[in-house]
C-alpha cells in the first residue's frame, strides 16, 4: 500500500471500532476453520506447557533455592499463565492475520459484504484472545494434574488473562499493520515479543537489574500482567493488583484504537 | 421511463494524483444488463467497486438501489451480489464451506444458508466437487464458485467484474445461460467485459469507458451504427504504404483507422466501396457488416496502455 490508498482526512475518525452482527460471523469462520486441525491443536496445546513446566519449572528450578519465599516452580507457574495468554494471541494475529490482510485477501472479500471493518477487527481480536485463553486452560489443567496450585483463585485468575490475550491479540495486529512482509515478524519477535518475555519477571525478579532496566520494562504491557495474574493467584488484593489491571486496561483501550486505525487505512481505500 | 437501479453523478476517484475515474454521470436501469468496456487500466474494476461499495467515493453522488452508497453502503450491500476480478475465495475452507461462511456474513440462518448453497451448488455443476478444497478447484469452477457465492444472498443487483476471462468456450456459454436466466428474473446486472462478443450477447447497454471517462454510451446496434457505421471495408497493405494512403483518405474526409498491415474504413451510406478502391489498389479487401469490436478499436484501441 502506498500513501495514494490513504483514506482522506474527510472520513470521520472513530475512537474505537463499533461493534455489530459481523463480529460473531468472523469470529465464527475462524472456528469453523480452527476445527479443520483442531486435534493436532489440542495434542499441542497439552503438550507445550507440559514440555516448560518440566524442563523449566522442574528442572532449571532444581537449582534455585527458592524466590521471594517461594519454590521456583510456584514463581514460574503464573509467568507461564501470561505469556501463554499473551503469545499464542500474537501469533495468531501476526502471521496468520497478515496473510488474510494480503495474500488471501480474506478481509477484501468480507468487505463486499455487510460485515464492515470494526467487526473484522473485533472478531479477529476476540477470535486471538479466545485462543490465547484456550491455551491457558491447557495450562491450568497440566499444572492441577501437577500438583502445581490448588486455588479457586484460578478462575478469577481467567478474567485477567482474557484481558491479556486481547491485548496480545492487539499488539500483533498492531503490528501486522506495520509489516510488508513476512520477515518483518521476525523482528517483532525477536525485538520485541522474546525480550518482553524474559524480562517481565517471567524466569526470574526483575528487583535484581538496574533500575533503569525496570522502568523501562514497565512501559510494556506483559509485566503488568504477569503481576496481576501472580498477586490473584496468590490471594492477596493489594492495590498493586488494582493498578496492574487499571494499566493492562488502557494498554487494551490505546492499543486497540491504534490497531483499528492503521487497519482501517489499510482495508478501506 | 425505466426505473434507476443505479445513478451516478460526477463520480470521480483519484489514486494520488493519478485520476482513475473522471466525473462519470451514468444511469443504470432496473431489469437491463449494463456493460462496462474498455482497455487494460481505464477504471472500470474502480468504478464497479464504488458501487458495490468498498473503495471510498471521493467526489460526486452514487445512488445504488435508491440508497446513498456514501451513507449506506452497508444496506447497499445486503441487497447486491458481487463477483470481484480475482475471486477471493477463502482458501481456507471447503466448496461448500466458502458459501455456508459467506452466508453467515449477511447474517443468513445456517439451514437456509445450507438449502440455498446446495441448490447453488447444483446449479452451477459444482455438487460433486462440494468438499473439495477450493485451491483444487479449476479455473472455470472456482468463477462458478464465486457466482454462486455471489447470489447466496438472493441479490436484486449484480456486480461481475470480468466474469468470463481466462475460460473455455463452453464454460463461458455455460455462464452466459446463467446470467441470461438471472436476468429474466427482473434483476439488473453490472458487468464488464474484454469480449465483445460477450457484450453483445448478454448486455441491453453499453458504456465504453477509457482513462477514467466513458466516452460511449448507449446499445449494442446504436454504438455500432454511430461509430462504425453499418458496413467496414478491411484493406490488406504492406505496413510502409499506410501513411500514404492514410493520407489520401484524410484528404477525401473518410473516417478510417490505420493499423499494422491493415487499414479500416467505415462506410458511410453516401460512400461508394468502389470509389475505395480506385484511390488504394489492394487485393486484399474485406467487406463486412460493422460490429462492436469495430467501435471498439476506433474509440480505445489506438494503442497499447499499461
Ligand atoms: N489501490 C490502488 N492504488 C493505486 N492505483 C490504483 C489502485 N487501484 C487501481 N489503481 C489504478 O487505477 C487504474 C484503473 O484501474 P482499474 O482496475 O479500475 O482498471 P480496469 O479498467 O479494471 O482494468 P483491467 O481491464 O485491467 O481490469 C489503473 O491504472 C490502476 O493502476
Ligand atoms: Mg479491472
Not at chain 1, 485477567?160 to 512482509?181: D, Y
Not at chain 1, 524474559?198 to 503481576?227: E, M, R
Not at chain 2, 447497499?76 to 466458502?98: A, E, W, Y
Amino acid at each position: 500500500m502506498n500513501s495514494a490508498t490513504r483514506i482522506p482526512t474527510t472520513l470521520p475518525e472513530r475512537t474505537l471500532p463499533k461493534w455489530g452482527h459481523g463480529v460473531k460471523s468472523v469470529w465464527r469462520r475462524n472456528f469453523l476453520h480452527f476445527r479443520y486441525t483442531f486435534w493436532v491443536t489440542l495434542c499441542w496445546i497439552f503438550i507445550e506447557p507440559l514440555l516448560f513446566l518440566l524442563a523449566i519449572g522442574y528442572g532449571i528450578g532444581n537449582f534455585v533455592s527458592d524466590i521471594n519465599g517461594k519454590g521456583y516452580i510456584d514463581f514460574y507457574f503464573p509467568a507461564l499463565l501470561t505469556v501463554t495468554a499473551f503469545s499464542v494471541p500474537f501469533f495468531e494475529s501476526t502471521y496468520n492475520y497478515y496473510s488474510k490482510l494480503t495474500y488471501q485477501k480474506t478481509y477484501q472479500t468480507i468487505l463486499m459484504t455487510p460485515v464492515g471493518v470494526s467487526e473484522i477487527l473485533w472478531g479477529e481480536l476476540l477470535w486471538g484472545a479466545s485462543k490465547g485463553l484456550l491455551s491457558c486452560f491447557a495450562v491450568s489443567i497440566v499444572a492441577r494434574v501437577l500438583n502445581i496450585y490448588h486455588s479457586w483463585l484460578i478462575f478469577p485468575v481467567f478474567m485477567i488473562l482474557a484481558l491479556i490475550a486481547f491485548l496480545g491479540a492487539a499488539s500483533g495486529l498492531l503490528f501486522t499493520t506495520f509489516a510488508k512482509n513476512y520477515d518483518f515478524f521476525n523482528y517483532a519477535i525477536s525485538g520485541f515479543l522474546l525480550p518482553m518475555t524474559f524480562f517481565s519477571d517471567t524466569y526470574f525478579p526483575i528487583n535484581q537489574f538496574p533500575s533503569a532496566l525496570q522502568i523501562i520494562i514497565h512501559f510494556f504491557p506483559l509485566i503488568h500482567g504477569v503481576k496481576a495474574v501472580r498477586l490473584l493467584l496468590d490471594g492477596t488484593s493489594s492495590p498493586t493488583l488494582y493498578l496492574s489491571i487499571l494499566v493492562l486496561l488502557v494498554f487494551a483501550f490505546g492499543l486497540t484504537r491504534w490497531a483499528y486505525v492503521r487497519f482501517r487505512r489499510l482495508t478501506e481505500h | 421511463m425505466n426505473h434507476i437501479t443505479i445513478e451516478a453523478k460526477g463520480l470521480t476517484k483519484k489514486f494520488g494524483d493519478k485520476t482513475v475515474v473522471n466525473k462519470i454521470d451514468l444511469e443504470i436501469y432496473k431489469g437491463e444488463c449494463f456493460g462496462l468496456l474498455g482497455p487494460n487500466g481505464a477504471g472500470k474494476s474502480t468504478t464497479l467497486r464504488m458501487m458495490y461499495g468498498i473503495s471510498h467515493i471521493q467526489q460526486g453522488e452514487l445512488f445504488v438501489l435508491g440508497m446513498n452508497a456514501k451513507t449506506h453502503a452497508r444496506d447497499v450491500k445486503t441487497r447486491i451480489g458481487v463477483v470481484p476480478q480475482n475471486d477471493g475465495l477463502d482458501v481456507d475452507f471447503s466448496v461448500l464451506d466458502n458459501l455456508l461462511v459467506y452466508a453467515s456474513y449477511f447474517q443468513i440462518n445456517f439451514g437456509t444458508a445450507l438449502e440455498r448453497a446446495r441448490h447453488l451448488l447444483r446449479i452451477m455443476k459444482l455438487d460433486d466437487v462440494w468438499q473439495s478444497p477450493v485451491e483444487q478447484l479449476s479455473g472455470g469452477m472456482k468463477r462458478r464458485l464465486t457466482i454462486a457465492r455471489s447470489m447466496i444472498n438472493q441479490p436484486d443487483l449484480l456486480f461481475l467484474d470480468e466474469p468470463t476471462t481466462g475460460l473455455d468456450p463452453q464454460a463461458r456459454a455455460f455462464i452466459w445461460d446463467l446470467l441470461r436466466k438471472f436476468k429474466a428474473d427482473e434483476k439488473t446486472l453490472v458487468l464488464t467485459t474484454h469480449y465483445m462478443e460477450e457484450a453483445e450477447q448478454l448486455c441491453d447497454r453499453i458504456g465504453i469507458m477509457d482513462r477514467g471517462s466513458i466516452i460511449a454510451l448507449g446499445t449494442p446496434a446504436e454504438l455500432i451504427l454511430r461509430h462504425a457505421g453499418k458496413q467496414v471495408l478491411e484493406i490488406g497493405l504492406k505496413p510502409e504504404d499506410i501513411p500514404y494512403f492514410s493520407r489520401k483518405l484524410t484528404q477525401d474526409q473518410y473516417e478510417f483507422l490505420p493499423l499494422e498491415n491493415k487499414i479500416m474504413l467505415f462506410l458511410k451510406d453516401t460512400n461508394k466501396p468502389e470509389k475505395i478502391m480506385n484511390i488504394i489498389p489492394s487485393q486484399e479487401i474485406v467487406f463486412r457488416p460493422a460490429s462492436l469490436n469495430d467501435v471498439f478499436l476506433r474509440l480505445a484501441g489506438y494503442d497499447l496502455k499499461d
